[in-house]
């Protein structure tokens, strides 16, 4: 079955750190640009981050900058999220999306920072 | 690049045609996408590539508009249909998305 699955979220203290996993199945992670769009409850869609398929382009969006850390492992057809120095407006429910428009998203894990 | 969809907030009945507006603040080409979100669940993309329909998405979505001006129309509401509806422009970093438009009863 082709899916996403995300782990890693949790609860967690403002100022700590998480790292998030995308584990792809059904396809090749290799072939596709993954990104990383947040939810916070009960708000809109956000863009938090891309990474081309080899992992030599990347992009995040202005407020986790220099805070968060994209990856990605092809052999092992994983996304990864490193977030660092959290804050509480980072709360949200975080998914991975495969490809440029996000044709395949998982069903998400999610953050939650306490102040 | 801001993205603004108009209305924030429509309601409708089954069979009604619906037609939510996708405003760019600048010019992205073709470069937008159209997504639905029911409560609690993953979004899921409906249209690509401004008015490509996705893969197993029913025929009565459909996308039109370039540069700076997007519209998704529904042709006939379905139960299923009343939900959240998001454009996510993809020309240029940030992917920005617009605000949402919820489409209820």
């Known amino acids: 079955e082709v899916q996403l699955v995300e782990s890693g979220g949790g609860l967690i203290e403002a100022g700590g750190s998480l790292r998030l996993s995308c584990a792809a199945s059904?396809?090749?992670?290799?072939?596709?640009?993954m990104n990383w769009v947040r939810q916070a409850p009960g708000k809109g869609l956000e863009w938090v981050s891309h990474?081309?398929?080899?992992?030599?382009?990347?992009y995040y969006v202005d407020s986790v900058k220099g805070r968060f850390t994209i990856s990605r492992d092809n052999a092992g057809n994983s996304l990864y999220l490193q977030m660092h120095s959290l804050r509480v407006e980072d709360t949200a429910l975080y998914y991975c999306i495969r490809g440029q428009y996000g044709g395949l998203w998982g069903q998400g894990t999610l953050v939650t920072v306490s102040s | 690049i801001q993205l603004t969809q108009s209305p924030s907030f429509l309601s409708a009945s089954i069979g009604d045609r619906v037609t939510i507006t996708c405003r760019a603040s600048?010019?992205?080409?073709?470069?937008l996408g159209w997504y639905q979100q029911q409560p609690g669940k993953a979004p899921k993309l409906l249209i690509h590539?401004?008015?490509t329909l996705y893969s197993g998405v029913p025929s009565r979505f459909s996308g039109s508009g370039s540069g700076t001006e997007f519209t998704l129309t529904i042709s006939s509401l379905q139960p299923e249909d009343f939900a959240t509806y998001y454009c996510?422009?993809?020309?240029?970093?940030?992917?920005?998305f617009g605000q949402g438009t919820k489409v209820d009863i």
């Open positions: 990474i081309s398929n080899n992992g030599r382009t990347i």
């Open positions: 059904g396809f090749w992670l290799s072939n596709y640009e």
């Open positions: 590539a401004a008015s």
């Open positions: 600048q010019g992205i080409g073709s470069y």
């Open positions: 996510q422009q993809v020309n240029s970093y940030p992917k920005t």
